[in-house]
């Protein structure tokens, strides 16, 4: 699914397209129409060029995919249920490694070719009208495994089973996919592995896992859009526990064996801080929450949208109250380009902030506080609005953004800021935004001009004078 603003920015491209298309409408109706263009190589994120591809919108994954922990080998389909966004001779999809099979489009065998980590396949597409297209591949994951900044991600094959953390673009090893967070969809997962593995989605299981010749097929389902790197196939051997919080929400938390005493308290504090949540900043926009402790060390949490996943480490409340956040903020209301991931990480970091006050721990303001009196910290050097593209996920989108929010409450007050914060998360629930719409948005219910504020916290370089 497409939203908003990045739409917009598209309609440029479109209307060149149809003025260089002949054919009448409905062409496709008459047999085969050759007037369409070649789908771009990218969605249009300038800092990542490659990541995404242009001409197409998706709608639902269905992923059918065997896992064996013990040969690496995942094997099955994925099926996209997509609508060309322009006439198309051909579009692309994200894959890293694997061997394609065969892919079909409408039911029919489709040419493709691979080169890097983009797969193109020919087919008459037309503007406005949906498509299926199944790809059957097979092959060990390959996951991305940067040493210099976002360390290993994707789909990490461990002892028991496989870690799947995917931001920013690891969806790609191990499922073809429009992998950039601009086009989000739904997802059904048809996952099998050995009994005794159990395989962890999104959403929310559907019905009791069948066993059948040693192997056992779990499917879940997220009916809400999901953007591609919060997809996860997380299998291995692990303790599970099910219920619901005080509020009403399913809660799912599933523990490697070797955090067997962590089990109930990630239980109990994932369905208590959803709840909390839920009251400042509005309805818990999914059916169920959650969470996962693999015993794989990344060295970081993500936050799978209905189950955060942590890796292999005991979270504390502070990381808890982190990924939760999230899913409001990152999950639910999604960036459309990765120079806006303050709105996910200094939302997500401030939430951090107001759980240490409610815990009667270190108040927001002394945090910020000792932050704002480091003169030498390095997030003075970096505005977190600019995406560092070798150091996406710095100090600063974190650190400075959670400031940024700060200096706002200080200048609004806390009822129009708390307002702000919910209005944010209603009014592009499900969807995607731009830091352009929360500044417009935070102008407009606070009556005030915001823009040396946003400029000297998100913008520009140096320790803002503007405190609010
Ligand atoms: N979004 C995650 C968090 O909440 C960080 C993900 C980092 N990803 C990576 N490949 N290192 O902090
Ligand atoms: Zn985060």
Redesign the pocket.
């Known amino acids: 699914m497409l939203q908003g603003r990045f739409t917009s920015a598209l309609s440029g491209a479109l209307i060149v397209v149809t003025l260089t298309s002949c054919s009448p409408s409905g062409a496709s109706d008459r047999g085969p129409a050759r007037s369409g263009t070649a789908g771009a190589s990218g969605i249009g994120d300038a800092d990542f060029p490659t990541d995404g591809n242009g001409g197409y919108d998706v709608g639902h994954y269905t992923l059918a995919l065997g896992y064996d922990p013990a040969s690496r080998r995942l094997a099955g389909t994925t099926t996209i249920d997509a609508t060309a966004t322009e006439n198309l001779s051909s579009f692309n999809l994200d894959l890293r490694g694997f061997t394609v099979d065969a892919v079909t489009v409408g039911g029919r065998s489709a040419p493709f070719s691979r080169s890097g980590d983009e797969m193109t396949v020919t087919a008459d597409l037309r503007k406005g009208v949906p498509f299926q297209a199944v790809v059957t591949y097979q092959g060990e994951p390959q996951p991305?495994r940067?040493s210099s900044?976002?360390?290993?991600?994707g789909f990490i094959p461990t002892k028991d089973g496989s870690f799947v953390?995917?931001?920013?673009n690891?969806a790609k090893t191990w499922f073809p996919s429009n992998d950039h967070p601009a086009d989000k969809a739904t997802y059904d997962f048809r996952l099998t592995v050995p009994d005794g593995v159990t395989a962890i989605a999104n959403g929310e299981l559907q019905g009791r896992p069948a066993s059948s010749g040693g192997k056992t097929t779990f499917v879940w389902r997220e009916t809400h859009p999901m953007a591609s790197y919060l997809a996860t196939m997380t299998t291995g051997n692990f303790l599970v526990k099910t219920g619901t919080s005080e509020a009403g929400t399913p809660v799912y938390a599933a523990v490697d064996p070797r955090y067997q005493g962590q089990l109930t308290r990630l239980y109990e504090l994932s369905g208590r801080i959803t709840d909390y949540w839920s009251t400042i900043f509005g309805p818990y926009p999914f059916k169920s929450t959650g969470g996962v402790i693999d015993d794989y060390a990344?060295?970081?949490?993500?936050?799978n949208q209905t189950k955060?996943i942590y890796g292999g480490f005991e979270p504390d409340e502070g990381?808890i109250s982190?990924?939760l956040a999230?899913q409001w903020f990152?999950d639910s209301v999604s960036i459309s380009r990765w120079k806006d991931l303050w709105l996910?990480?200094g939302f997500?970091t401030y939430a951090e902030w107001l759980w240490s006050e409610h815990q009667g721990q270190g108040t927001v303001q002394q945090i910020f506080d000792r932050h704002y009196r480091n003169a030498e910290d390095p997030i003075w050097n970096y505005p977190p609005g600019v995406a560092q593209k070798n150091d996406?996920?710095n100090n600063s989108v974190?650190t400075r953004g959670a400031m940024a929010l700060h200096a706002l409450r200080t200048q609004v007050g806390d009822q129009t800021f708390f307002t702000i914060i919910r209005r944010w998360a209603a009014d592009h629930q499900y969807g995607n935004a731009t830091t352009e719409q929360f500044t417009a948005l935070a102008e407009q219910l606070s009556g005030q001009k915001l823009g040396e504020l946003f400029g000297q916290w998100l913008f520009d370089k140096g320790r803002p004078t503007t405190l609010g």
């Open positions: 991305v940067d900044n976002l360390g290993s991600y953390t995917a931001e920013p690891g990344s060295g970081y949490a993500l936050e955060p990381i982190h990924e999230h990152g996910n990480e997500a996406l996920f974190y």
